[in-house]
Each structure stands twice: as C-alpha cells, then as structure tokens.
C-alpha cells in the first residue's frame, strides 16, 4: 500500500460517537436489579424555575447554550429498573449473538491495528456494578463500551440524548509541512482571521497528539489509528441544512481552547471555541416529564420523529431477490451504512466548475465518474455508497454506461475512490467488482463465514427455515462453503462446532457462505481496457471504507492484485485498506421482531427507551 498526505482532510473540531451490541445473563449488582417496569417511568414534574429541560424544550433553538441541553440530559434521573432491563437485553445481545465477542480479545494485532484487547461482558458487568444519578450518564457508559471494540457494526445509542448537534468555529486539517504532520485551520466559520493558523495545542495539549488520543477513545469506526485519525477529521454528523458535519454526542464541556500560531508569526495566539448547538428537526417538550416521556420512552407511535432515528444507520435488504413489502414491519437483517442516507444527497458535487477533472455522464445513487483534465487517459470512480434504494442491476447499468463513456473519450486507466464509503448492500461489493473482473463462476466472488449458536437461536432457525423473513437465521438463504451445495434443512444451525477463540468456548455454524449475483462478462465489458488488467486499475482509500466496501476491496486487491494507495493517516505509519469488515448486521429489536413472528419465546425484554441498538 501506498500512503499519501492530503490536505483537504478535515476536522470539526468535536467529540462525539455511537456503540454497541449485548448477551446473556451476567451478575448484576443489585442497584440494577430487574423489576416489572410500569408503563411510564412517572417522574416527578419540577417547578418550570428548577426544569432545565423546561427551559430546553421552551427556548428557541437560535439561542440554545451547550449548558442548557447539557443541564436537560444530566436532569433525567436514573431509573434502576428501566437501566436493568435495558442492560440485561444488551447482555443477551453481546454475548449469545455477537459473532466476535471472542476475537475482541485478541491481544497484539498486527500493523497498522492497534487496540487492546477488548472483554466487552466484563465492560457491560461493570456497568451493572456501577452506582449511576442519572440516565444519560448510563447511556453513555453503554455507548463508550461499544465504542470500544472499534466494530461500526456494534452500536448502541438512545435517540433522545442525541436530538442536537454541536459545532465548533473552526475546522481543522492535518498536512505535512516542512516533513512534519502538524494540525491546521481549513475553515474559519466566524472569519475571525483564524483560517491558515496552525494549531499547536487544543485543551493545553499538543494538537495533533490529543486529537489521535480522543479518536482513539471516541471513535468506533476502526481498529487503525490513522483512519480513526481520518475518520475525526472528516465525518461527524451531516447537516443538510449547513452541508456540515456536527457531532450529536454531549460533549464534556462547553468549549474548546486552542492555541493558535498565525502564518509568519512568532507570537501565539489563543481562542475559546464555545459549542454551537443545533438541532434538525423538530421535537415537542416542555419540561422533565414530557421530555421522558414524548422523546425518551416507547413505543412510538408509526411514522413518528422518534421512530426515524435520522442518526441511524440505514438498512438494506441482505438477499436482494427477496424483496420486502413496505408495510412489513419486521425490520431487515442487513448490511448497514454507518451514515445517514436521508439526510445526505445521492451524490454531492462540487458548487461550480472543477478545474482539475470533469464529469462524465449522469451520476448514479452510489458513484460519479470523472475524467482527469491533465491526464486524459485516466478517469476517477468515485463510488460513495455501496447502498442501493431500487433495482441493482439498473445501477450496474448506470455505471457500466458511465464506463464506456470514459473509454470513448480515451481513457485507459481508472482509479476507484473508496473514500468515505461506508458499506451498503452485500451483493453490490461483488457486483462492483465483477464489473472489473467478471466472475469465472457463481461463488467465484464468494467468502466463508460462520455464525453464533445457541438452544435460543436453534429454536428461532428451526421456525424460520425457508420463509421469506428470517434472512440470515433461514438456513435456506445459505451454502455449504466446501460443497457449494444450499441446505435443504436447518443443519446449518442445529449441526454446530465447537469453537475456542482467546480461552472462550462457543458454538458456531460450519463454514458457509452467500452465492453472489452472477453476471456474464457481455462483450462491453471485455472491451474495456481495464477489464481484467490489474494493471490498469488504481484503488483510492482514506482507510474508511467499510462493511460492503472492504468487500469490493477485498476482491480487488486480494483476489485480483490491484494496488491500492492510502490517504491520510498518521505520517509515516502505514494504513489499512478499509475498516469493519463487511457482514450481515442487525439489531436487537429487529431480532427480537422475528422471535415474536416465529412464536419463539425471545431472550429479549422489550427496551423502555427508544435506543439504537
């Protein structure tokens, strides 16, 4: 891999994060002990004087302080059995379905990852010991422990400490000047003269220095410093009203204070970044209570605000023949993307000419296509997304037509930017690329996997064999990976192995696999000078490219030898390819959806809060 240094890596200066996922019955202290949960969490209504979230929810937003939202959540008083249940089900989670519990604890990775071996039962027991005043400081905990295992797949987030978003005034980038990677200004969103400053210190640390440290700890996105490093500095939360990225997550404080050197100064110069606080749609509150109770608690009703969760990651259907009928309610079990889909544009351009490439063709849900200005022969396919809203094969025709085009106007080489694409639809990462390298038969772009086992989850596949809902618990939908053969019963799950992962001992499936969309290599594609020449093909990554999309980059440059080259990153380290690895992914309620379906008894209590988990 080759690593490259690019300037217009950008950090909003913030903190914030997702995490998590659960399992099964660990000790809980008794502070946390389990009761029946009454059908509101009935909380005392304060005096509208001594109510922050009274004075949250009554202020308008254009005058909002980071204190008076900060003093809203920390006002929600912990609720031991609503923390009970809430822990007890993402204990269930974690331990009974989470496929690397296990490999999480898997001690000196080797390089470029770099994370200490993470037990996430003994983090989520921790928290059980742990004497809480209140809810959002336990949401939080739950949140950070997720985090931890740096898996984007893991997740755990409750909607209603979440509803607003944080910005700083400036946004930084991380170049190399002069052989040395330093912290600059990109933007100076107040134009107080700041943009070009280089950051020496942020919090009384050095700047460069203390931002790895908190994406280290803060960010879930990769066991790889320099994409977690990447991944601050570019993505937080999209605003579609600023084209900005804001954090969701509380920050720890009201402020930010940099150290600031001006270009061909000696003198430094000091600023108070003070947190903007925004919000993108509206929510009805107006005081502790309502607070709980309209934005906090479920159910919901359909087709509430509170249902959207616009700071979800979206789903996309894991078998594309089976198509979902829009009134289902059982959500699908996935591969997701870990950005907003709603609130992002199918492709967002540049404002104005560019002076350094120009588009060619239409651009599709997932891709743009540009051709160089100063080299003619090479053209850029940026593929954004690997998820897809509709028909598949009309958007491989969308890009196939944008690739003929670029051979037409003579183009012989094409780099494939990965950057920022965090994953989609499974069979989009073996369809993008047989578009290169066109598949010598149906598992030709297929990999092993194998999934976690219990009398739970054997009980749950038996109902669901070969319906149209069970997704990855339907045997059906699956492969024998050494026979290629699909299983004409629940063997799958109900004939497990015995596996040993860092001194854990767990039942698993045999190894098995997904056939992947076949398509023929038709004479256009066998035209183009790039089809099957490895040579000819460059691949583009920042390191976050994730789920789906470390597929396509596994097929790519694995299985086919295409060169990859790495942007970004810590100086002189080097960088990872892509980030999470690519998968079905889930959630708890979704799971707990089909045992219900099923008529399964499902391990799984019903969440008092509106969570993401």
């Keep these: 891999m080759i690593v490259l240094s690019l300037k217009t890596l ?30 509101s969490l009935l909380i005392p209504l304060p005096s509208l004087v001594n109510d922050a979230c009274g004075i949250l929810g009554t202020t308008a937003v254009s005058r909002l302080t980071y204190e008076e939202v900060a003093a809203c959540y920390r006002s929600v008083p912990f609720n031991k059995r609503s923390a009970a249940t809430t822990l007890e089900s993402v204990i269930t989670i974690m331990n009974e379905f989470y496929v690397f519990r296990d490999s999480a604890l898997t001690p000196d990775l080797a390089e470029p990852f770099s994370v200490d071996p993470v037990d996430i039962l003994k983090s989520l027991e921790t928290i059980g010991r742990r004497e809480y005043e209140s809810d959002h400081q336990f ?136 947190w903007s606080v925004s919000r993108e749609f509206p929510i009805k509150f107006n005081s502790l209570q309502t607070f709980v109770q309209n934005i906090c608690e479920v159910p919901q009703p359909p087709g509430s605000l509170q249902e959207q969760k616009s700071f979800q990651p979206q789903e996309y259907p894991l078998i594309p023949q089976v198509k979902e009928s829009p009134k289902l309610q059982v959500k699908s079990i996935v591969d997701d993307d870990d950005d907003d889909e709603d609130d992002i544009d199918p492709v967002t351009l540049p404002v104005g000419p560019m ?38 094969l009309k958007e491989l025709d969308s890009i196939v037509a944008n690739l003929v085009a670029l051979n037409e106007k003579g183009v012989r080489n094409i780099i494939i930017d990965f950057q920022g694409n965090f994953g989609g639809d499974i069979s989009f990462a073996s369809a993008l690329a047989q578009l290169f390298f066109p598949n010598k038969n149906d598992f030709d772009k297929s990999l092993a996997s ?16 070969n319906t149209t809902m069970g997704k990855i618990y339907d045997a059906a939908t699956f492969y024998n990976f050494d026979t290629k053969r699909s299983y004409t019963n629940n063997g799958l799950f109900i004939n497990t192995t015995t596996s040993v992962r860092n001194g854990r001992t767990a039942q698993y499936t045999e190894m098995t696999t997904l056939k992947s969309t076949f398509f023929l290599a038709n004479r256009t594609l066998i035209a183009l000078p790039w089809t099957h020449n490895a040579t000819n093909i460059r691949i583009l990554t920042d390191g976050r490219c994730g789920s789906s999309c470390l597929l396509s980059t596994f097929f790519l440059t694995k ?30 309620s979704a799971v707990h959806d089909l045992y219900s379906m099923a008529k399964v008894a499902s391990p799984f209590k019903p969440l008092p809060y509106n969570v993401d988990v």
């Design 10 to 39: 950008l950090f909003t200066t913030s903190v914030v994060s997702l995490a998590t996922v659960p399992t099964a019955a660990l000790p809980v202290s008794a502070s946390l002990e389990s009761e029946p949960l009454p059908t």
């Design 450 to 465: 194998n999934l976690r086992v219990t009398d739970s989850i054997q009980d749950l596949t038996t109902a669901l064999f």
């Design 355 to 392: 002076k350094t490439a120009t588009l060619v063709g239409p651009s599709s849900q997932t891709s743009v296509i540009f051709q160089l200005n100063e080299r003619l022969d090479v053209g850029i396919l940026h593929v954004r997304t690997h998820s897809i809203k509709g028909d598949e």
């Design 139 to 274: 949401h939080h905990d739950l949140s950070m422990a997720l985090v931890s295992l740096k898996d984007a797949h893991a997740s755990y987030s409750a909607y209603c400490f979440k509803v607003y978003y944080f910005s700083q005034p400036l946004a930084l980038y991380a170049p190399v000047v002069n052989g040395k990677q330093v912290i600059q200004v990109h933007t100076d969103h107040l134009n107080q003269g700041y943009a070009g400053c280089t950051v020496q210190t942020i919090d009384g640390e050095d700047a460069l220095a203390h931002i790895i440290k908190w994406a280290d700890t803060s960010m879930e996105f990769s066991k790889d410093a320099g994409v977690r490093l990447n991944h601050a500095l570019t993505t937080l939360k999209y605003s579609k009203r600023s084209k900005g990225f804001k954090p969701s997550r509380l920050p720890d404080r009201g402020y930010i204070d940099y150290g600031l050197l001006r270009p061909g100064s000696t003198n430094d110069t000091t600023l108070r970044g003070m």
């Design 559 to 588: 299985s086919n030898k295409v060169l990859s080259y790495a942007v970004g990153g810590i100086t002189g380290k080097p960088l990872s390819t892509s980030s999470f690895t690519g998968g079905a992914v889930t959630t708890l």
